[in-house]
């Protein structure tokens, strides 16, 4: 099991940028693929990017396409989403998800692994 901790959310005005960091304990961190999902106030958790294991292959949610980036840096067993064009809409707590599943074979519904407590994001119009 991997514990994960996110950091890096905050209030910020439509149109900024964010960097959110998901720091992984153990030594297999590079053994998981890495995911971003996010829960926004009286919704349901919906998917955002994943990432393979080596960090060569990315995939990510529709919505989320061009001013999302999800990267990984295996030697610092962490995982970051950097942010661009923040809308209102992005609002939403942002969690941390490690899965032994191949990315080919990834959950989007969320439905296994280990998770982190949350980063709050916060976008002002």
């Known amino acids: 099991q991997v514990q994960l901790v996110e950091s890096g959310g905050g209030l910020v005005q439509a149109g900024g940028s964010l960097r959110l960091s998901c720091a992984a304990s153990?030594?297999?961190?590079?053994?998981?693929?890495m995911g971003w999902f996010r829960q926004a106030p009286g919704k349901e958790r919906e998917f955002v990017a994943a990432?393979?294991?080596?960090?060569?292959?990315?995939t990510y949610a529709d919505s989320v396409k061009g001013r999302f980036t999800m990267s990984r840096d295996n030697a610092k067993n962490t995982v970051y989403l950097q942010i661009n064009s923040l809308k209102p809409e992005d609002t939403a707590v942002y969690y941390c998800?490690?899965?032994?599943?191949?990315?080919?074979?990834?959950?989007?519904?969320?439905?296994?692994?280990?998770w982190g407590q949350g980063t709050q994001v916060t976008v002002s119009s």
């Open positions: 998800n490690a899965d032994l599943t191949p990315l080919r074979l990834y959950d989007r519904a969320g439905g296994s692994g280990s």
């Open positions: 153990g030594r297999t961190f590079s053994m998981y693929t």
């Open positions: 990432i393979s294991w080596s960090g060569g292959s990315t």
